[in-house]
Every structure is written in structure tokens, then in C-alpha cells.
């Protein structure tokens, strides 16, 4: 689904991902760990295809095609989709709004997606303003499952939402993610950066990541590292050898 | 009555599009009303609903004595050069419109200006709701399509009952050469409301318009709003002032403002001078493409227990908010074309829908046409 190879991204004159290396195949889940500030947005931002940064070498693969120099909206039509950490407010346009022009021939399932998250009030309110941190990340997936992505980037789906959305939300991201259907018949692929950990009870994601100072120091069981930084912070990870 | 539709049906596709886009419906269909001027020559009036009189201002002036201490009240017939205009014709054109206590029309009534062969286009209207009365009144103004230069000047006084409700929206169509001078004042009784719309999209040579309205009873409402899109070499100077005269009065003055190209003076002032009044001026505007958006919304309290404040913002798309929307799969000329859209939607509390609708249908229209 998703390969990367040896990518360089910088912002500015600085460097902030040396050699990335990451594959994602059809139907997996990964997880992105790492400090503030290590790049983990950064990266999804590169795969996105956002402006403001510069991927100085190497590739991005997505579906076998090379989509490193491509523009965003043609690798959210190639079937890219990201669920934003802090998504702009975009005032005067209405979510109902933009959910028409996004949903295509998915047109009619959007009040039942909008009913599952709670979210059929908010069409005529002006995307993001004045909304609550549990309304701006149901805002988010709700868009996420209008445009049903193949590959969901998922940038801190549970900052900043109460116990009683997260359950919510987990649940509509493993719909997304199809994760009620057996690994094998599974088609849709994940990349989620936490920082708790609390998604991944609803994801059951496959591997996970550690990355620091803008390179992976560490890959594994998802689980098995999280423990590992819930007890020894990322210092285990930066000492760790493995790589 | 002259029943002469004929003459509105009989404008040719092309003139018959320009007024569509004005909000006015040829046939007559969901309106409860119609006035048709032509130049100076009034082609057509009709009143559909019991209670509600639509005449030529000069009909009515000689219909009702009592009319005359209505015209040239509100506007001062020495207020400028445009106003001595029109006060020094010996005949005046343009409509009066009175809704008698308690009626309500659940239909707007349309009043049609059209620009076709004369320099000069002059109007005088004076719009009464008395009591308890509720009327909507959508102001088509174009100039043909053959029409390259020309001028209309405007005055239109409104009388707002106890109680009463009147809603105004104007909607231009002018010419790249066509200057528009409209004169409006309003006056608001105890609990009356008065909402003012005001939409061009489209390219003129200069508006230059400054409705004021006296919100003079206990608890009236003001509300004005203009939503306008500025092409290269049009001028508009646009404002709007509000005073709060009584306890429990409130205003707000809202502009959407898009340059390509042109130039926009978007004033507002509202004054509150008496106690436990409100006012918002809210002013936003886009620069697309090298113009000037000048923005001046003043506010002047002169009583304590007066609320009033104003934003204004000028600028252009932000780029986060573009890519944000090409994320979900726009391309990036119709990212910037729905933000856009979004920016220009302003919903107008108190309108009935079918104005929204024709407000709506106007600016859909310039978004067709890429602003």
C-alpha cells in the first residue's frame, strides 16, 4: 500500500527526517510513537503532500506509483486520507457544505455517518469554529469516512476528547479501518501517532514505531513499546540499539 | 390598475436573465407583489395581498394628503447633489408601498428598476409597515444588456411600525459603466425590526450608498448587511449607520468584501445613545487579486450601558485552510472556490428563506461565472 524509502524532508534550511524507511501493506495498522517535536506530524504531513516542507530525496510509493512529487488532492483521490491533530477553521464554510462537495456518489451515506458520530447539528455550523476538542476530532472522521481513504493517517485522534468520544470515535476509525473484517479480507491500512496509547483499544494496530529526533529508532509490537515508554519514557528507546 | 405584465415578460432572454439574477421573477411566481419601472416610466403595479398597497409614488401622493409628511423625512432633500436630484423633478417616479396594521405577507413583493435608454434613472419610494405589519420587499436593479453608461439615483425611505417588520434586499446588476447612487433612511418603532440586504456581484462603474437607519422605539432591531464582490475598475463606497435612540435597541452591520481588482469603502457606524443598547459591526474582507479594501467601522457611545464593539478583517485565503480542503480532495482551484463561497454565505437572521434562496442564488451564480 504505502512504501517509503530513504526519505530526506526538510523545513527551512534544517533537516528534520533523515532516511525514513517504512512500509504498510493492505489491511495493516501502524503506530507512530514519539516525543513532542520528533517529527511524527511532520511525516504524515510529507506523505500528504502539504506545503511548507521540502522531501530533499527519496520516495513515497502509494498503491505501486511514485507520489512524491504529486499534488495533495490527487493523493487524496489516489486514496490518501488524513484526520488532522489541529485542523484549520475555515469560517463561513459549513461542514454540511463541504461533506456535498467531498461525498461524490457517497452522497447518501453522509447524515448516517453524521448520526454515528453525533455530528447532524453541526451541518450549518462553519467547519471548526467555536467547536469543542471531541467536536473538532468527530468533525474529522466524519470527513475521513464521507471520503473513505484506503490509507488513513491518523494524527492524535484522541487528543484533547473526553473518555465518553473516544469510545466513539475509536469505533467509527475501526469501522474505517475495517477492522470487523478478517485480517485477510481486509483492504484498508492505518498510520496513527499517539501519545496514550488509549486508540489502540479499539484498533488492535499490527506494528509500531518509535521515532526521535526525526529518524525510527525502534519498531515492534505496538503494545510491547508503549509499555516499555509508559515506564521508562523515550530514553529506552534512545539508548536501544536495535537499529 | 394597469395590469400591463406584458411589458416585463416582453424583455428579451437576455434582459429577462440579467433581472433574474436580480432576485425578480418575471412570471410572478411566489411573489405578492410587483412594481416595474422602466426609465422613468412605470410600466407596472400590482398588489396581490389584502392590505398592501403598491403604487407610484406620485399616484400616492395624491391618493393620500396624509403621505406627504412621509416623503422627504427621512432623507433631507438638501443632503447632496443626488438627493437635490430627484427632490427638484416635477414629477416623481418610483412606488410607495403601505402595509396596513397587522398584515403579513408571506410572499416578498418585487420592485423591478431597469436602466435601458435614459442618461439619468430617478426614484423616489417611500415603504410604510404600520403596526404589527410584516412586509419583504426584494429591489431588482439592473440595466439592460445594450445599456453601456448611465446613472440611477435612489431615495427610498422606510417607516417601520410598532411592532412591525419590514426586510429589504437589493440586488444590482449594473453595467461596467453605470454609476448607482441609492439615498435610504429607515426609522424603527417600539419592538419593529428592520433588516437590510444589499448584494452586487457584478461589475458596476461606482456605488456610493450610506443607508442610516434611527432605531427610535423601545427594543427595535437593525440589522444591515452587504455582500459584494469588487471587479477591476468598480468603485464601491458602501456604509451603514445605525443609531441607537431607545432603551433595549439593538444593531448589527455585517459585510462580506471581495476584491479582484476594484476598490470597496466599507464604512459602518452605529451610535449608542441610549441605555441598555447593543451593536456589532462586523466587516471581513478578501483581496484575490491587487485592489483596495478599505475598511473604517467607527462606534461611539454617549451613555453608559451601551454595548457596542467592531471587527474587521482584510486578507487574503489562508493557504492551511486551501490545502486543508484539497486533503479531502479538491482540486486547488475549487478548494479556493468553496472557500470562498463559504465566505460570501452570510445567513441572514429574521429573512424569509425564499430571499435567502435568491441571495444564494446570486452569489452562486458570480461563483459560476470563477468571481
Not at chain 1, 461533506?99 to 458520530?117: K, P, Q
Not at chain 2, 443632503?79 to 398584515?103: L, N
Not at chain 2, 475598475?233 to 433595549?248: I, K, N, P, W
Not at chain 2, 481588482?261 to 445613545?273: K, L, N, Q
Request: hydrophobic content about 40%; overall charge negative.
Amino acid at each position: 500500500m504505502l512504501e517509503i524509502e530513504d526519505l530526506h524532508v526538510k523545513i527551512g534550511e534544517r533537516e528534520v527526517l533523515h532516511d525514513i524507511n517504512l512500509h504498510i501493506r493492505e489491511g495493516e495498522t501502524h503506530v507512530l510513537l514519539g516525543p513532542n517535536g520528533s517529527g511524527k506530524t511532520t511525516l504524515l504531513r510529507a506523505i500528504m503532500g502539504f506545503s511548507g516542507l521540502e522531501v530533499t530525496s527519496g520516495t513515497i510509493r502509494f498503491k505501486g506509483k511514485d507520489i512524491t512529487r504529486l499534488p495533495i488532492h490527487e493523493r487524496a483521490k489516489m486514496g490518501i486520507g488524513m484526520l488532522f491533530q489541529r485542523p484549520p477553521t475555515v469560517s463561513g464554510l459549513k461542514l454540511g457544505k463541504l461533506l456535498a462537495v467531498t461525498s461524490g456518489e457517497r452522497a447518501g451515506m453522509v447524515s448516517e455517518y453524521a448520526r454515528f458520530l453525533h455530528m447532524e447539528n453541526f451541518m450549518d455550523r462553519a467547519i471548526n469554529l467555536g467547536f469543542s476538542g471531541g467536536e473538532i476530532k468527530r468533525s474529522e472522521v466524519l470527513q475521513i469516512m464521507v471520503q473513505q481513504p484506503d490509507f488513513v493517517m491518523l494524527d492524535e485522534p484522541e487528543s484533547g476528547v473526553d473518555l465518553e468520544n473516544i469510545t466513539l470515535i475509536g469505533n467509527a476509525i475501526a469501522r474505517l479501518l475495517e477492522k470487523d473484517v478478517h485480517i485477510v479480507n481486509r483492504k484498508k491500512s492505518g498510520l496513527v501517532i499517539t501519545h496514550t496509547g488509549y486508540i489502540l483499544d479499539y484498533l488492535d494496530a499490527d506494528f509500531g514505531h518509535v521515532m526521535c529526533d526525526g529518524v525510527f529508532r525502534c519498531h515492534g509490537n505496538p503494545r510491547e513499546i508503549l509499555k516499555v515508554i509508559k515506564t521508562s519514557g523515550y530514553k529506552e528507546c534512545l539508548a536501544c540499539q536495535k537499529i | 390598475m394597469p395590469e400591463d405584465l406584458g411589458k416585463m415578460t416582453d424583455l428579451s432572454p437576455e434582459d429577462k436573465e440579467r433581472l433574474t439574477l436580480t432576485g425578480l421573477e418575471v412570471e410572478m411566481k411566489n411573489r405578492s407583489g410587483s412594481f416595474f419601472q422602466v426609465d422613468q416610466e412605470i410600466k407596472q403595479w400590482t398588489s396581490l395581498e389584502k392590505g398592501i398597497e403598491v403604487l407610484p409614488i406620485a399616484e400616492a401622493l395624491r391618493k393620500y394628503a396624509w403621505l406627504s409628511a412621509y416623503s422627504w423625512n427621512l432623507v433631507q432633500k438638501d443632503k447632496d447633489q443626488y438627493t437635490r436630484f430627484v427632490a427638484d423633478q416635477p414629477e416623481p417616479a418610483g412606488f410607495a408601498i403601505i402595509a396596513r396594521k397587522g398584515t403579513k405577507t408571506i410572499y416578498p413583493l418585487q420592485a423591478c428598476l431597469f436602466l435601458a435608454r435614459t442618461p439619468v434613472q430617478h426614484v423616489h419610494n417611500v415603504i410604510i409597515a404600520e403596526e404589527g405589519a410584516e412586509l419583504h420587499l426584494i429591489s431588482g436593479c439592473a440595466s439592460a444588456s445594450y445599456k453601456k453608461s448611465g446613472s440611477h439615483i435612489g431615495v427610498s425611505e422606510f417607516y417601520v411600525g410598532r411592532g412591525a417588520r419590514i426586510t429589504s434586499t437589493m440586488i444590482h446588476n449594473w453595467g461596467e459603466e453605470i454609476s448607482v447612487f441609492p439615498r435610504s433612511a429607515a426609522r424603527v418603532e417600539e419592538d419593529g425590526v428592520f433588516i437590510s440586504n444589499y448584494v452586487c456581484m457584478q461589475p458596476v462603474k461606482k456605488v456610493q450608498m450610506a443607508p442610516f437607519v434611527d432605531l427610535a422605539g423601545r427594543n427595535a432591531i437593525g440589522r444591515f448587511s452587504s455582500v459584494v464582490v469588487c471587479t477591476p475598475g468598480s468603485f464601491m463606497d458602501l456604509g451603514s449607520t445605525a443609531r441607537l435612540s431607545a432603551e433595549g435597541a439593538s444593531a448589527e452591520l455585517v459585510t462580506r468584501a471581495i476584491t479582484t481588482g476594484g476598490t470597496i469603502i466599507s464604512r459602518g457606524m452605529i451610535e449608542g445613545a441610549s441605555r441598555e443598547t447593543k451593536g456589532h459591526i462586523e466587516c471581513r474582507g478578501l483581496i484575490l487579486r491587487d485592489g483596495v479594501i478599505h475598511a473604517i467601522p467607527e462606534i461611539k457611545g454617549n451613555v453608559v450601558d451601551t454595548e457596542l464593539s467592531h471587527e474587521a478583517a482584510v486578507g487574503k485565503i489562508a493557504r492551511d485552510e486551501i490545502e486543508y480542503l484539497m486533503s479531502r480532495g479538491l482540486d486547488e482551484d475549487v478548494a479556493t472556490a468553496t472557500i470562498i463561497r463559504g465566505f460570501l454565505d452570510v445567513r441572514i437572521a429574521g429573512l424569509p428563506d425564499a430571499l435567502q434562496a435568491q441571495i444564494d442564488a446570486a452569489i452562486d451564480s458570480a461563483e459560476k461565472s470563477g468571481f
